[in-house]
């Protein structure tokens, strides 16, 4: 209970006063089921301390760590990232800081002007911004930010919409103009969403850019395509974790696109208490897809014990266990452990996407015909 | 949770489908939990509700599916129409556009679920009549040409919201009784299920204690 003296870390909080609204460090209302109000001892702090020096030595030197002690930065991303320098760390990780994009982007003929330029990030994003959008796109846009974590301060306050929302529109609309074959999907709205509760919006929009072409390069494409191999190679990768739900799942014609797609498309930030979500973040931003993977697999190991399992008498029952995880396995600590612990490694993960990959080919080989869409198949 | 398993004699499976922000998620919410939800986040995939009924005396089940209602979604959300018995077919009475789909929509309906399956044409949003953009008439219209079920209904004050989920049950039941829906037919979107309770009466001659009755 004692606060530590020139904590600059703002992780100390005052507990919630009864009678009015409270929002916890990430903007988050006293009464709605996501407030996570943390209290942090001495002991703890010096801890912290700690860790941040090694992260601020670490983004110091970010280059030469990344490529000669990568082991280092996935063991330190496992543990979880420093709040005050998570923004910072994501960014580096996905290469969405501003260096990475002058590099990268400003070599393009549109963006020449911008290869010298120290704020070429926040140009750069307002040249998107502000490029023409179908007017539908952003009615459909402006329709959903009203939608999106309705508890958090960011966005709503007082019962009314908060700034939050106009930067959310903002990223999404720059997004749609940076990828337009990709165009607006429902499920970038909670990714867009989450990254704006931690950085500002031109940071946002050039983190969201990343994750869509490096992370989960194809998931908000239309049609889905690559979510719905990852789905099948999911539904796979269940038996050598939990075989018995493989056999029921299979046995009850449980699909994985009827359970999976809400996890995958908004990396989580539905289903998980924020901080177990930054720590996935964490973990993500280092290792990449097969983070979700191990999540999901533990998700579904804990969701249906055995004797859940049993007492499961139809899919619909299945289901529903799995929409609602079982308290433990929201602990950020908890379930940390037992995505180290599951038995499937990347070579199983490789097999199965080798696997299922050819599977798909071939029913898009049958099915061409029918729909007349080459494009996707090569 | 804990109501034993046994407590109804049918399950229903129903889909709800139609265009984004038509307030699908919300006349579940409604029909489920009796309250508007004014924040609904929007369904990414499907979302599920269940609800018990009864109906001439028979408790049924509903299982409800929420589906998301953005374009692209549809390519995942049409293995969910798989074995509905209802379909609940929403269109917002202010958005002319979200009208318009609708045959695309009742396409997708009737060619992914069986003949037998009743499909039920909501226009939401009636308590905004001032921004009406589709009038009752020509929604009516629609629906006697395409032999569906319609109502107008209002997530946000109730209204209708209870008829047009037990309307669709009763002329599921109906179809059951008068021999139309073969609960034995793969995909009928029914189970039945023995009853325990006092009104115990197994209609149907099926075998009782049958572990697994998926059907769905």
Known sequence: MTTPNGNSFCMEEEPPAPSETHHDMLGFRSDCSQYHHRQISIKDTKKLRKRENKWLKMIGKWDRTIERRFPLIRKRCRKGIPFSLRARAWQHLCKSDNESIRIRFGTEENFESYKEDKDAAYKMYNHYLTANTNPEVVMEIKQDVGRQFPNNKLFYENGKSNLGQESLANVLIAFTNARPRTGYCQGQGPVAAFLLMHMPEHEAFWTLIRICDQYICGYFDDGLRTLRLDAEILMNLIKYVHPKASKKMKAMDVRPAEFMIEWFMCLFTRTFPWPTCERIWDMFFCEGVKVLFRVALVLIKECLPNDVLKACTNKFDILSKLRSPPAKVLKEDYLIQQCKELPVNEYHMEKEHRKQLRNMRACEVISVPQNGDTSEVN | ?216
């Not at chain 2, 709800?16 to 699908?24: A, R, T």
């Not at chain 2, 499907?46 to 549809?74: H, N, S, Y």
């Not at chain 2, 009636?126 to 395409?146: C, G, H, I």
């Not at chain 2, 979107?189 to 572990?211: C, D, I, T, Y």
């Open chain 2, 1 to 216: 949770m804990a109501a034993g398993p046994y407590n109804y004699s049918y399950i229903f499976k129903y889909i709800i489908i139609g265009d984004m922000g038509v307030g699908k998620s919300c006349l579940l919410h409604q029909f489920t939990e009796k309250k508007f939800m004014a924040d609904c986040p929007h369904t990414i995939g499907v979302e599920f509700g269940t609800r018990i009924i009864e109906v001439a005396g028979q408790k049924i089940k509903l299982q409800i599916w929420d589906t998301a209602g953005q374009e692209r979604f549809r390519a995942v959300t049409r293995s969910y129409y798989r074995g509905a018995a209802g379909a609940l077919m929403v269109y917002d009475i202010t958005r002319r556009t979200t009208y318009n789909h609708l045959s695309s929509w009742l396409t997708d309906a009737r060619n992914l679920t069986n003949p037998n399956t009743v499909i039920f044409l909501i226009g939401n949003k009636s308590d905004l009549d001032a921004q009406r953009d589709v009038t009752y008439d020509e929604a009516k219209q629609f629906a006697e040409e395409n032999g569906l079920m319609f109502l107008e209904c209002s997530a946000k004050t109730g209204e209708n919201v209870e008829d047009a989920f037990l309307d669709t049950a009763k002329k599921i039941y109906k179809n059951i009784q008068d021999g139309s829906l073969d609960l034995n037919a793969a995909e009928s979107g029914v189970q039945h299920k023995p009853s325990n309770g006092p009104r115990g009466a197994n209609l149907g001659g099926e075998s009782s204690g049958n572990k697994d009755p998926c059907s769905c």
